[in-house]
């Protein structure tokens, strides 16, 4: 597709349970971002990818997070026992190459509500 | 952590009026970008200034770069409805990510 692609736009789960959040980079991108974005606030790094490698994971809460990017294009966000405190929009953004050479390309966000 | 903080918070404008929002942040810097977010939608880029640079235009929108106040503001010129929406800044702190602020919601009444 002509941008990033995120799904699903919008997810509801119960506290405890597991998700998965999808994003489709621009093809092309090497580098793909996950952000976590809550309610008036600005978007929290979560990991950076290089490829197929997290070249950086230093933003994930915890170990109840993971990601992978196992063919260097679409990556999966991984939440375990999810908490009520995990509910927040979840952004994806890739780039051509790593962010000090340019620009971000954000997707929508897929919006997690953890009741 | 957030290392960029913007000021003010919130902005409200008339339709034509010039629109201000800055940002100061605190470690030495590679880049810094503005980003504009509508209201449940994703972020758009809007402009990238270099460490080296100070000035920088794009359309109706100018970007000042203070790298010893470690301090940027973007200007809206000749705002219009549109223009309604939440303005962030990024810094590249020569690392692997962009760190961003808080952001300015930015309100223009028609």
């Known amino acids: 597709g002509a941008g990033v692609s995120q799904t699903p736009s919008n997810k509801v789960t119960e506290k405890g349970k597991y998700v998965e959040l999808r994003c489709d980079p621009i093809?092309?991108?090497?580098?793909l971002y996950w952000y976590r974005q809550s309610l008036g606030q600005g978007p929290e790094f979560l990991i950076y990818?290089?490829?197929?490698?997290?070249?950086?994971d230093s933003g994930l809460p915890n170990d109840r997070f993971f990601a992978v990017r196992p063919e260097g294009s679409v990556s999966t966000l991984k939440i375990q026992r999810t908490e009520r405190g995990d509910s927040a929009v979840y952004l994806c953004a890739s780039s051509l190459t790593r962010a000090n050479t340019g620009e971000l390309f954000f997707g929508e966000g897929s919006r997690l509500t953890v009741l | 952590s957030q290392q960029g903080e913007e000021d003010p918070q919130a902005l409200s404008i008339q339709e034509g009026e010039n629109a201000t929002m800055n940002c100061s942040y605190k470690t030495s810097i590679n880049n810094l970008q503005w980003y504009r977010q509508n209201s449940g939608r994703g972020l758009v880029h809007l402009i990238l200034i270099r460490s080296n640079e100070r000035e920088k235009h794009s359309g109706r929108l100018r970007v000042t770069l203070d790298t010893s106040k470690k301090s940027s503001s973007l200007l809206i010129t000749a705002s219009r409805a549109a223009d309604t929406a939440s303005y962030f800044c990024?810094?590249?702190?020569?690392?692997?990510?962009?760190?961003f602020g808080a952001g300015t919601i930015l309100r223009v009444k028609s």
């Open positions: 990818f290089q490829g197929t490698g997290a070249a950086d």
């Open positions: 990024a810094t590249d702190a020569w690392g692997n990510k962009l760190v």
């Open positions: 093809s092309g991108h090497t580098a």
